[in-house]
C-alpha cells in the first residue's frame, strides 16, 4: 500500500451526544505509517473525534473509513472485532486490570483474540522484556509506578502487532521526564514496525514528536486535515 493513501479518512462527520455537538463536519486522513496529533483544549471535540476514527463511536451523519471498510456502517460486533486485530490503545491512567498482572494484562488481548496462553505469554514476556520491565512481569498495576504501569500500557496496544495505535492523553498523568521516556518508547516502537498513531493532546511537548497536527475546535478541525 502507497504510504500517500490514507490509512483512515472521515467525511462530513457530525456527533452530536443530546444537544451537544462534538464534531460538526470533519474531514480527516491520516497516512498510513504516520504519526498525527490531535489538539485541542477540553471539550473541543478531540477524545470524540479519536473514538469515531477508532469505531469507537459511530457519527450521525458522515462517513469512517479504515482501508477498504466503512466503519461507520459496520455492526458493533464487527466493529468490536476491527479494534481487537486492527487498533491498539493506551489511556491517559493505562486502564490496566488491577487484579491482573503486568504479564497477564499484555497477554490479554491475545487471549481474548483465542490465542493459546503459552503463546500469548511468551509474546507478552517478549514485549515487557523491550520496555526493560520483564523484572515487574509479576507485579500488580498498584505495585508500578506511572511510567512503568503507562509502558506496560503500551505493551498491551503492541501485542498483538495493531496497523493503527490510538493513544488518549497518553502522558496526561506523568511527570515531563516519564512523559518524555513514554513517548519516546512508544514512538521508537511504532515506527520500528510501521504502526500508525493517533494521539490526542493538550500538550504541546507531546505534539512536537508527531509528524503532523491537526487542531480541533468547537467540534471542527483546523491545520492540514485532507491528504493531497
Known amino acids: 500500500m502507497s504510504a ?12 452530536r451526544f443530546g444537544l451537544d455537538v462534538a464534531l460538526d463536519g470533519v474531514d480527516l486522513d491520516v497516512r498510513a505509517g504516520e ?24 457519527p450521525d451523519e458522515g462517513e469512517a473509513r479504515y482501508l477498504d471498510a466503512r466503519v461507520s456502517e459496520l455492526r458493533e460486533t464487527d466493529r468490536a472485532r476491527l ?7 493506551v489511556f491517559q491512567f493505562g486502564q490496566l486490570l488491577p487484579d491482573l498482572t503486568a504479564l497477564d494484562n499484555v497477554a490479554l488481548p491475545l487471549l481474548i483474540a483465542g490465542r493459546p496462553r503459552r503463546h500469548a505469554a511468551r509474546q507478552a514476556r517478549s514485549w515487557l522484556e523491550q520496555l526493560g520491565l520483564l523484572e515487574h ?15 506496560v500500557a503500551i505493551a498491551r496496544a503492541l501485542v498483538t502487532a495493531p496497523r493503527v495505535v490510538f493513544a488518549d492523553e497518553p502522558t496526561g498523568s506523568l511527570d515531563s521526564l516519564t512523559s ?13 514496525s510501521g504502526t500508525t498513531v493517533v494521539i490526542v493532546t493538550h500538550d504541546a511537548r507531546v505534539a512536537a514528536y ?16 485532507i491528504l493531497a
Open 4 to 15: 500517500a493513501l490514507p490509512i483512515l479518512s472521515l467525511r462530513g462527520v457530525r456527533k
Open 35 to 58: 504519526v498525527l496529533a490531535i489538539m485541542g483544549p477540553s471539550g473541543s471535540g478531540k477524545s470524540t473525534l479519536l473514538h469515531v476514527l477508532a469505531g469507537v463511536h459511530t
Open 83 to 89: 479494534r481487537l486485530s486492527e487498533f491498539g490503545f
Open 137 to 151: 512481569a509479576g507485579k500488580r498495576p498498584g505495585e508500578l509506578s506511572g511510567g512503568q504501569a503507562q509502558r
Open 180 to 192: 518524555e521516556q513514554v513517548m519516546t518508547t512508544l514512538l521508537e516502537l511504532a515506527r520500528g
Open 210 to 225: 508527531a509528524d503532523r497536527e491537526v487542531v480541533v475546535r468547537d467540534g471542527r478541525v483546523s491545520g492540514v486535515g
